[in-house]
């Protein structure tokens, strides 16, 4: 199951991703527990400073990632299950075609 963590920063993170621009991604990085795995962390505009997308095997192990990368970041997480569209439909439905959510706009499908 994927999760989305919305991060931000405390004052102390932003000064190390200051002195450090690889820092977020050196904090990703420090965080290995088994069955988890780090897709991908980007900066962001907006609220939060940065989005990191991590792949774990149920809620329990997605809190405790990242609880662990909310220490080693310096800031506040709020960490979220992301829910393929197509797992909203009901199992009968006849317009479920597809078992992922469709492609975006200029995006081949598989």
Known sequence: MQYILLVRLSPE?????????RAPLEAERSVSMPGVSALGI????????????????????AARWSIAFS???RGEITTMPAV????????????????????LPGQTSN
Request: net charge negative.
């Open 42 to 61: 980007y900066a962001v505009l907006g609220q939060y400073d940065f989005v990191a997308i991590i792949d774990a095997p149920d809620n329990d192990a």
């Open 13 to 21: 993170g932003i000064d190390a991703t200051l002195d450090n621009p």
């Open 84 to 103: 393929p569209i197509s797992h909203l439909e009901g199992p009968g439905d006849p317009n479920r075609s597809m078992e992922s959510s469709e492609p």
């Open 71 to 73: 220490a080693r970041i």
